[in-house]
């Protein structure tokens, strides 16, 4: 996991081919002024989905992982809480077999670990991240870009 700002994106960009990309498209168009929705940059290689969520609870919140994909989150609107833990110490099975289709599967078990991110921010997520997105209250735009894993 990273978490980071947009202002030192330089970093994160050496670590994907298609970072470069992914931040010279957020600094450089407002995503608070788009409606939500899907915004492809490359096919199904790097796309951002533009989110206007309901922030949950870190009890009703649950962990997510993904395989296909690394996930950079940027919340536009406000501050976002975010559960992590290591997918690696996740003994339990998840809540329901991993879902290929949706790249995604939930897990019930608890986050090690809470913080803040701030709009402006960013914060990455690799396939071995475990992480619970959207805590807080109220609602909140986000943007989460979708950056194909190479192999």
């Known amino acids: 996991m990273l978490l980071s700002t947009l202002a030192q994106s330089a970093r994160a960009e050496r670590l994907h081919p298609l970072f470069k990309k992914l931040f010279d498209y957020v600094k450089t168009h ?24 309901t922030l949950r609870s870190r009890e009703e919140q649950k962990l997510e992982v993904h395989r296909r994909y690394i996930d950079v989150h940027f919340p536009l609107s406000g501050a976002e809480t975010v559960g992590w833990r290591s997918l690696e110490t996740l003994t339990e099975a ?7 289709e949706k790249d995604f599967a939930l897990y ?10 701030q709009p402006g921010s960013f914060y990455i997520v690799w396939p071995e991240d475990a992480h619970a997105p959207i ?3 109220g609602r909140l735009r986000k943007a989460i870009a979708k950056v194909q894993v190479i192999d």
């Not at 998840?94 to 290929?100: I, K, L, V």
């Not at 019930?108 to 991110?117: I, N, Q, R």
Request: charged share 25%; glycine share 6%.
């Open 30 to 53: 407002d995503l608070t002024k788009v409606p939500a929705g899907r915004i492809v940059l490359q096919g199904e290689e790097l796309f951002i989905n533009v989110d206007d969520a």
């Open 94 to 100: 998840s809540d329901a077999p991993f879902d290929a």
């Open 108 to 117: 019930t078990a608890p986050a090690a670990s809470y913080f803040e991110v």
């Open 135 to 137: 805590i807080g209250e």
